[in-house]
């Protein structure tokens, strides 16, 4: 008997074995969630497919969350083949490329600040309206993924802290809206994990080892932490957990400066 059993999740942003959706997915199977999953593109299917089936879910539903009408299309699926559901995870994030390299004031454009913000901040207000109805009278849970970025400058982050930061307020607004309905809405703030997403980014490689090396538990994050943190938010032992921004970090955002091992003491 895991802390999820006989509840059924929801799982959008998974693209490869590497996504933190991914990682979500394993802990909640392991703790006895029923999964469906979507994916973003044609050239994904292939992918999720297998992963889904490996954790013996049959449902895999293509999502562009930019596309009201496949949002709505996914949502009418799944009132088919479950009629109602309990918990929701948004592992969705994009801005263009370009944005996400140099300065800031010089690398954000219009279109580049509101596709970011329609992907990665908009995409958690509209799956959360067209989810609700499913998880009337439940103890929903919907879980979305955030950065440090959202409350610090960061180089190259650029226009996703914006998009970030407004993630954040999204989670405390959908808190606020859907709390009266017994809907809980979280974010876990994750560290930074070396998924597809992140692996095209210069200098990632640096970071990763620069957080190892300053977070109190001088290690980077793993998938399954990020993963376990979802699961219990999720589940009932989270029920008096709502509109929070956990810090799943090894702590990094706590400290200030820290010293390598040599001078340490
Ligand atoms: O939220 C993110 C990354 C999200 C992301 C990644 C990409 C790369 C490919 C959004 N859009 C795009 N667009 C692309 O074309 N993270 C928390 C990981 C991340 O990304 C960074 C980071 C960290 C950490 C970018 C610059 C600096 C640090």
């Not at 979280?186 to 300053?214: C, D, E, H, W, Y």
Request: with cysteine; net charge neutral; glycine share 10%.
């Amino acid at each position: 008997m895991g802390i999820l059993s006989g509840k059924r999740a929801l799982i959008v942003g998974v693209a490869t074995d590497r996504s933190i959706a991914w990682g979500i997915a394993q802990a909640m199977h392991a703790q006895g969630a029923e999964l469906a999953f979507t994916y973003g593109h044609e050239k994904l299917k292939d992918r999720v497919e297998p992963l889904a089936a490996s954790v013996g879910s049959q449902i895999v539903l293509p999502l562009d969350v930019t596309v009201d009408a496949q949002i709505d299309a996914v949502f009418a699926e799944l009132t088919s083949r479950w009629g109602h559901f309990d918990i929701l995870v948004h592992a969705v994030a994009f801005a263009p490329r370009e944005a996400l390299a140099g300065d800031f004031v010089e690398s954000t454009s219009r279109e580049a600040f509101r596709i970011a913000h329609d992907v990665s901040s908009y995409s958690l207000t509209a799956l959360s309206r067209a989810a609700a109805p499913l998880m009337a009278g439940r103890a929903g849970a919907i879980l979305t993924l955030s950065y440090l970025g959202a409350v610090r400058s960061i180089p190259a982050y650029n226009v996703m802290g914006l998009a970030k930061a407004s993630l954040e307020a999204n989670v405390r607004f959908l808190a606020a809206d859907l709390g009266p309905k017994g809907i809980r809405v979280n974010a876990i703030s994750a560290g930074p994990v070396k998924t597809l997403a992140a692996a095209g980014i210069a200098g990632f490689r640096k970071m990763l080892a620069q957080v190892a090396q300053t977070a109190p538990l001088r290690r980077n994050v793993s998938l399954e932490d990020i993963g376990n943190a979802a699961a219990f938010l999720c589940s009932d032992m989270g029920g008096g957990i709502t509109g929070e921004i956990l810090y799943v970090d090894n702590g990094f955002s706590h400290v200030g400066m820290s010293f390598p091992p040599a001078t340490e003491g």
